[in-house]
């Protein structure tokens, strides 16, 4: 805007200037000035139009392009018109993904709770109708860290009370947040842990190499977080007197509303409230060019509606940010592309993305398949049913965002082979020719095959939305577990090479000998990296594959991997399967110190020793004993050979 108004006066003065010289240049001089001035004036156009950025994409027909100018408004407005829309949104966890700390919207455990780790003892606790959080102080606790002083020399632990102000979550995680007076919400390091109702530390939370102390990482929301999980965004970063950034953050409403999806909704309901207007504002075929329903855009657009959160949109394109208050430019019916990048590798994370070069960043597997949650779009845009069947899959093939079921808010039947018959009905005649399994078999599941469960996040693991045929050439060194190992997990790699060759003649690809002869999801436990253990271990707890591959020999396995685990959300995927099998029900504490852990995993494998023990004939690619114990010499061989560098999943 700037820009626009400096370049105007500057080309109004030139031009004036211009207009009072002409009577004293001789013919030749003005024909040469007026040349001039007719390229300084074009010039000057194109560079109003440069500065301005490109178009904006045609959003839905706006008579007077109020998009940006539009008073936000909160879902409140839509209510008298919109009675069954909003009540279904209202029970969808989009709109309770952010919200203020009050007694209604608090989910943790405040009840006075207290929750110890790394020495550190933090209090939770409610006075009236606020909440507070008593732990240590993060300042001391940093000028600890950077002198150097250890744990056990630090003396007592100077304590600090904050308030808790705002909530993250509230469906695996609630995070807590503490407003500072700079503006700035800070992430309280203390995560209450939805599905096991219990408090835990952030290095527990996340796919993170467990650090030895009780960290404080600074991790600000108006940074961070702000973009995909509110409505109508606007970062407004202040500059501090004395250095540093505050921030008068603003949102129209907290959570995802009505006006994420649909776009700014002021014309509209100034229309349809016109008795002049009203009615006669829809289009023939039913519809109302003032607001966007992403079910009428075509598939692209609609699923740019959803990309922005769910298509890790992070990083903005310079072009359509005001860089002064970084209110988000993207309107629903717009092209998301015009004003983020959605990245489609780790690669160009590095390079367009806000994140450090040569970090491994975690989000892809190594054939491309993305490994993380809010990556739906680009899982989706990968798939050949999205590419072949262009302009017919979307996001609302499957997904219902007014259904009755918040829980992945899919359309009837999606989670059944009806979600694939729509487009590919001649399966539902060959099903068990296609499958080989039972028609009642888990294995005759389309997902388990084609969208199996390859993505980790928030401790658990969720079905991959890259819908891809089960190559084995794609599990070779990409870490990517297969599909079939994912269910058979006490077989190899080997095995499922066999199978698909003799089921659909499909060419077997060479494998080193480890992965023809023994079970895949040891070889991924023992040797791959952190984000291949995540998966594979939240594997042992889906009750599909232990019906598929026996409960009788993962636990010993399970407790000998719990030994060398250094990733904490590893060990709590690994005991999550163990409570599940049989004698694996004794405690053990995911996040306490190593010498504690090390005391109940004896335990554990003393009641898992009297259990019967699996039969080496019936599992022939798990290297047992004739005893049915584990051969210690290929367990540490394979352990030894580990690739185990540092490594978070971006969640
Ligand atoms: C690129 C967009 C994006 C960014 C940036 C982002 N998130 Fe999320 N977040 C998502 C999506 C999408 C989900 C839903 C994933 C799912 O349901 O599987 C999610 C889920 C979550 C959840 C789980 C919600 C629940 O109800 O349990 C938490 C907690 C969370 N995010 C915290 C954060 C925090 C804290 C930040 C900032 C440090 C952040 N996220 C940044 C997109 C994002
Ligand atoms: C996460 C995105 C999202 C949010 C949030 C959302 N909607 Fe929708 N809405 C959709 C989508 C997608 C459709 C079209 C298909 C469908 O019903 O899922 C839709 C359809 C509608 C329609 C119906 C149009 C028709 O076809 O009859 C209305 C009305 C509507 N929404 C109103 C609202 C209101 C009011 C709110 C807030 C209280 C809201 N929506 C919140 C995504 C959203
Ligand atoms: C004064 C009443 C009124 C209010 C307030 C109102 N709407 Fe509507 N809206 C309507 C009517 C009438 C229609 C057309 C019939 C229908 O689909 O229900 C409509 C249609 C829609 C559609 C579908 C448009 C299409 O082309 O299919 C969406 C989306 C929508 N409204 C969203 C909203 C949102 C979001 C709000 C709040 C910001 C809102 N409406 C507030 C009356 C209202
Ligand atoms: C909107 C329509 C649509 C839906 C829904 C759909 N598909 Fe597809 N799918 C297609 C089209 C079209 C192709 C063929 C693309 C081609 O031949 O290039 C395809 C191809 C495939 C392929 C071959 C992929 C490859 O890489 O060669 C598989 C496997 C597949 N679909 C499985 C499924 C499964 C499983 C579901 C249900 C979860 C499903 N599809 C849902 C349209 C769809
Ligand atoms: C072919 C069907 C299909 C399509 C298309 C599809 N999804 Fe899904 N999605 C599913 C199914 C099935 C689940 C639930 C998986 C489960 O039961 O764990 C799911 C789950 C999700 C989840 C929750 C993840 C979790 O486990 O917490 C999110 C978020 C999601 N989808 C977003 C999207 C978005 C965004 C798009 C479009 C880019 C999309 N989906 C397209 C079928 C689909
Ligand atoms: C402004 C960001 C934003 C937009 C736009 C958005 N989502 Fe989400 N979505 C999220 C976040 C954040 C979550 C996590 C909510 C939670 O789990 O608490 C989520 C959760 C989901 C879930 C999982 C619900 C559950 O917890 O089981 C599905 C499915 C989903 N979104 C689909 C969609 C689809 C489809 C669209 C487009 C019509 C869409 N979303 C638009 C941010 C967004
Ligand atoms: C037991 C695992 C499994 C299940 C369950 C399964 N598929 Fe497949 N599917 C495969 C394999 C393996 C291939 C690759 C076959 C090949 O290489 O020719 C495949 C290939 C496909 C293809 C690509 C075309 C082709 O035949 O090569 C489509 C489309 C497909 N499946 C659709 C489906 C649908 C729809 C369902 C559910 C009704 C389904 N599949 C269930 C394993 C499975
Ligand atoms: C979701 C779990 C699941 C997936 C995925 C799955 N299966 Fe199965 N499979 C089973 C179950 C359960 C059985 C036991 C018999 C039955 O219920 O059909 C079985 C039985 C078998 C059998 C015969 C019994 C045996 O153990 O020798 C073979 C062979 C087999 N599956 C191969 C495959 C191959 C190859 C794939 C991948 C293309 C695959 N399965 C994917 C669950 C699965």
């Known amino acids: 805007m700037f820009f626009r108004i400096a370049l105007l006066l500057t080309l109004t003065v030139c031009l004036l200037i211009v207009y009072r010289m002409r009577g004293t240049l001789r013919a030749k001089q003005r024909i040469m000035v007026s040349a001039l001035a007719t390229l300084l004036f074009g010039g000057g156009l194109f560079a109003l139009e440069w500065f301005d950025g490109p178009d904006p994409a045609p959003g839905p027909p706006q008579a007077d392009g109020c998009h940006a100018l539009s008073v936000p408004l909160p879902s409140q407005t839509c209510v008298e018109c919109h009675k069954t829309r909003h009540a279904n949104w209202h029970h969808s966890y989009h709109r309770t993904m952010t919200r203020e700390a009050t007694p209604e919207n608090v989910k943790a455990d405040f009840n006075d709770a207290v929750y110890e780790f790394m020495g550190v003892s933090s209090r939770m606790y409610r006075r009236g109708d606020r909440y507070f959080v008593e732990t240590a102080d993060p300042e001391w606790l940093a000028r600890m860290d950077r002198q150097g002083v250890p744990p056990d020399r630090r003396g007592p632990i100077p304590r600090r009370v904050f308030s808790v102000d705002r909530l993250v979550g509230s469906h695996w995680f609630q995070q807590i947040l503490h407003r500072d007076e700079e503006g700035r919400y800070l992430r309280i390091p203390l995560i209450y842990h939805l599905v096991e109702k219990r408090w835990i530390h952030v290095s527990g939370a996340f796919l993170a190499p467990e650090l030895p102390k009780f960290l404080w990482d600074v991790v600000i929301w108006n940074e961070s977080c702000l973009f995909c999980h509110n409505t109508g965004p606007n970062k407004n970063p202040e500059s501090l007197f004395g250095g540093g950034r505050g921030y008068n953050t603003e949102v129209s409403e907290l959570g995802i509303s009505c006006e994420a999806c649909h776009g700014p909704g002021e014309r509209h309901i100034q229309a349809q409230?016109?008795?002049?207007?009203?009615?006669?504002?829809?289009?023939?075929?039913?519809?109302?060019?003032?607001?966007?329903?992403?079910?009428?855009?075509?598939?692209?657009?609609?699923?740019?509606?959803?990309?922005?959160?769910?298509?890790?949109?992070?990083?903005?394109?310079?072009?359509?940010?005001?860089?002064?208050?970084?209110?988000?430019?993207?309107?629903?019916?717009?092209?998301?592309?015009?004003?983020?990048?959605?990245?489609?590798?780790?690669?160009?994370?590095?390079?367009?993305?806000?994140?450090?070069?040569?970090?491994?960043?975690?989000?892809?597997?190594?054939?491309?398949?993305?490994?993380?949650?809010?990556?739906?779009?680009?899982?989706?845009?990968?798939?050949?049913?999205?590419?072949?069947?262009?302009?017919?899959?979307?996001?609302?093939?499957?997904?219902?965002?007014?259904?009755?079921?918040?829980?992945?808010?899919?359309?009837?039947?999606?989670?059944?082979?009806?979600?694939?018959?729509?487009?590919?009905?001649?399966?539902?005649?060959?099903?068990?020719?296609?499958?080989?399994?039972?028609?009642?078999?888990?294995?005759?599941?389309?997902?388990?095959?084609?969208?199996?469960?390859?993505?980790?996040?928030?401790?658990?693991?969720?079905?991959?939305?890259?819908?891809?045929?089960?190559?084995?050439?794609?599990?070779?060194?990409?870490?990517?577990?297969?599909?079939?190992?994912?269910?058979?997990?006490?077989?190899?790699?080997?095995?499922?090479?066999?199978?698909?060759?003799?089921?659909?003649?499909?060419?077997?690809?060479?494998?080193?000998?480890?992965?023809?002869?023994?079970?895949?999801?040891?070889?991924?436990?023992?040797?791959?990296?952190?984000r291949s253990r995540a998966v594979v271990a939240g594997a042992f707890s889906w009750p599909p594959a232990q019906q598929a591959s026996g409960r009788d020999w993962p636990g010993l396995l399970l407790t000998r991997i719990l030994e060398e685990e250094r990733y904490p959300a590893v060990r709590y995927l690994a005991h999550r399967a163990l409570k599940s099998l049989p004698g694996g029900a004794g405690d053990y504490n995911y996040l306490a110190q190593p010498s504690r852990r090390a005391a109940q995993i004896r335990e554990l494998q003393m009641s898992l020793r009297d259990a019967p023990r699996p039969d080496r004939k019936r599992y022939p690619a798990l290297p047992l004993t004739a005893e049915g114990l584990y051969s210690e010499d290929v367990l540490d061989r394979l352990l030894r050979g580990r690739k185990d560098p540092d490594l978070g999943v971006h969640e």
């Open 273 to 530: 409230k016109n008795p002049d207007q009203g009615g006669r504002l829809l289009d023939p075929n039913g519809a109302d060019p003032t607001i966007a329903n992403p079910a009428r855009l075509t598939v692209k657009r609609c699923d740019d509606v959803c990309a922005r959160c769910h298509g890790a949109a992070v990083a903005q394109r310079h072009e359509g940010w005001d860089p002064d208050i970084c209110a988000d430019p993207f309107r629903p019916g717009q092209e998301i592309r015009k004003t983020r990048f959605l990245v489609w590798s780790e690669a160009e994370f590095r390079t367009e993305g806000p994140r450090r070069p040569n970090e491994i960043d975690g989000r892809f597997w190594g054939d491309g398949t993305p490994l993380t949650t809010a990556l739906e779009y680009q899982g989706m845009a990968l798939s050949k049913c999205y590419q072949g069947g262009e302009g017919k899959m979307s996001c609302l093939s499957c997904h219902d965002m007014h259904g009755s079921d918040p829980n992945h808010q899919l359309k009837e039947g999606m989670r059944t082979n009806e979600a694939c018959y729509g487009c590919h009905d001649t399966y539902r005649k060959k099903l068990v020719e296609h499958t080989h399994h039972a028609a009642d078999s888990t294995g005759s599941l389309c997902q388990n095959c084609h969208m199996p469960h390859q993505v980790y996040s928030l401790l658990t693991t969720h079905r991959s939305h890259r819908i891809a045929v089960p190559r084995v050439r794609d599990s070779i060194d990409t870490g990517k577990p297969h599909a079939c190992n994912l269910c058979h997990l006490d077989k190899s790699l080997g095995w499922t090479g066999d199978q698909l060759q003799k089921w659909y003649g499909t060419k077997p690809e060479p494998l080193s000998d480890d992965d023809r002869t023994i079970a895949s999801s040891l070889l991924h436990l023992t040797r791959s990296d952190a």
